[in-house]
Structure formats: structure tokens, C-alpha cells
């Protein structure tokens, strides 16, 4: 059965974004490529809401073909724009900003759900902490792979912020990056 994962770049105070809403970007390394290609590896779907899809539209597209753009991260480009990506919004219209989005149809769960028993890789959120909540609130999220790196933000979005899910969790690897940023992995501890 697939699963779907949660995966947010983190201040260690477990802010997504600064002052004025500017992106949380993680410092490019060699071990920060790692990670992106172990997230390749597993993952060919990707969830979003409408906000943080229509960021990613503005900018994946794009840097694939862009000469200025590094090699790791035009492998990134690549992988983003050939995924399917899945947008659960009751506002957006359209999804043609980006191939292979499509409009969810259903709530997070029942589409969650649904994709669970299809064929394929796993499933992916790693954009818009208002999604994720969501996403943890309907109690969706299989696993939590947090890359906080070493900054302290002290105010603005925080990722677990307002989910109301309380739940244990295993931790399955913990990395540390050779930026300082710390990359941990935990699976969700579910009643049996």
C-alpha cells in the first residue's frame, strides 16, 4: 500500500517561512543533493494546496531548462515536472501553469485513500504549512521527514501549528547535513 509522506524544510523553531513570508531555503551541499535524490527515488506523486502549487508552477517549469540552473537541481526540476501533481483547491480553475496537476475532486481523505490501493510510488507533501495541517488533521500522513536547518526564524508560519492531531511518533533515521542542517524521519505510531 503507498504511503504518503510529509516533507518540509524547518527553522530549528519549526518556522517554514520568515518575516514577510520569504521562503525557508536550505543551503545547496553535496548531502542536501543526497536527500533530493533519496526523495526521487521514492516518491512519483505530489499533493499540494492551491497556494503552494501555484508557487511551484511559477518556478519548476522553468528551471529545468535554465542554463543558470545546477545540475542536482535541474534533476530536481525534472523529477517535480514529470510527477503527477494533485491539487486540492475549491478556487483554481485550471491546472495548465504545470503539466501533470490535476484538480482533486474529493476531500484529502477519500483522495488519499483512494490513491493508497493504486499502483505506484509513494506520496508526497512537501510545500504549504497550511496544506500539511490539513493533511494532519485528517490524519492522512503516513511519515514526517524533517530537514530543520540551523536558523532560528521567531515568527511566522510554523509547520505543526493548529493540526490538533496527537500522535506518536518512531524515529526511523536521523542525518546530520554538512550545511548543520539535521534531516529526521519518523513513522507515525497508529493504534492497532
Known amino acids: 500500500m503507498r504511503k504518503l509522506v510529509l516533507s518540509m524544510v524547518q527553522s530549528v523553531d519549526g518556522y517554514i517561512n520568515g518575516p514577510g513570508g520569504e ?4 543551503e545547496w551541499s553535496s548531502d542536501l543533493d543526497q536527500w533530493t535524490f533519496d526523495m526521487i ?14 508557487e511551484m508552477a511559477a518556478f519548476w517549469p522553468n528551471a ?12 530536481l526540476a525534472r523529477f517535480m515536472n514529470r510527477s ?5 483547491s475549491r478556487t483554481l480553475q485550471n491546472t495548465k ?4 496537476s490535476d484538480l482533486a475532486n474529493d476531500s484529502i481523505s477519500n483522495v488519499v485513500s483512494r490513491l493508497r ?7 508526497v507533501i512537501f ?3 497550511s496544506f500539511a495541517q490539513e493533511a494532519m488533521r485528517a490524519d492522512v500522513v503516513d511519515e514526517l521527514w ?3 536547518v540551523p536558523l532560528l526564524f521567531g515568527h511566522e508560519t510554523r509547520l505543526f501549528e493548529g493540526h490538533g492531531l496527537r500522535s506518536g511518533l518512531t524515529l526511523s533515521e536521523v542525518r546530520q547535513m554538512d550545511t548543520g542542517a539535521v534531516s529526521t524521519r519518523y513513522v507515525r505510531t497508529r493504534p492497532s
Open 23 to 26: 521562503p525557508l531555503i536550505p
Open 41 to 54: 527515488e521514492r516518491f512519483d506523486t505530489l499533493l499540494y494546496g492551491r497556494a503552494a502549487w501555484q
Open 64 to 75: 529545468e531548462t535554465n542554463p543558470d540552473t545546477p545540475e542536482p537541481q535541474r534533476k
Open 84 to 88: 503527477w501533481k494533485i491539487v486540492f
Open 97 to 100: 501553469a504545470w503539466a501533470n
Open 117 to 123: 490501493e493504486s499502483p505506484g510510488k509513494d506520496m
Open 127 to 129: 510545500a504549504g504549512a
Open 146 to 148: 524533517l530537514l530543520t
